[in-house]
């Protein structure tokens, strides 16, 4: 009976050590299974991820490269500077030509201005109904023939600077007879007076304002 018993006892612990080992392979199962999920994520995440990388790139704007613009002198582009030769003469040929071309081109571009707000007002015009309308309409107005009036009392002046180039009498300092310069003039073709002369205008005219 005894070892009847002991047999019964081994055979009992057998099986509880074969259904603990089937249990413990069951719960190690799913942590597998879960590794394997987070792992298959990881990759879908991943592949999902890399073609919008690639489509970013492919639809981020690309920088156009800076334009080179040719050098601007005073308000009219797309003339180059005079270069000055050692010993030559002041208002020679090449300069009298320099600077005739310089008014002729910005007499130009002021009349095309000039023609394009006429135009404008003539095309723009209209009777509007809302009084705010009308007050925006009739102060741009205003302000374009203010901008317009300054450009024909500049067209006055580049006309006279027209004249003082045929009568070789141009890029001299009217109150002191002193060279204005290439420079001064390419900055400002209708200068009539020197810096010197020019700064000492201006105190006067704080002065008695």
Known sequence: MAAKKKAVTSEAAATKKTVAKKKTVK????????????????KATAKQSAPKTVAAKKTAPRRRPARKTTSQIGPVPGIA?????????????????????????????????????????QDDAANFPDPNDRATQESEFSMELRARDRERKLIKKIDESMRNLDNEEFGFCEACGVEIGVRRLEARPTATLCIDCKYLDEIREKQMG
């Open 81 to 121: 500077p005079y270069k000055e030769k050692k010993g030559e003469e002041y208002m020679n040929e090449r300069q009298v030509a320099h600077f005739r071309d310089i008014l002729l081109a910005w007499k130009r571009s002021l009349m095309e201005e000039v023609d394009r707000t006429v135009h404008h007002m």
């Open 27 to 42: 719960k190690a199962a799913p942590k597998k299974a879960a590794a394997d999920k987070t792992a298959a994520e990881k």
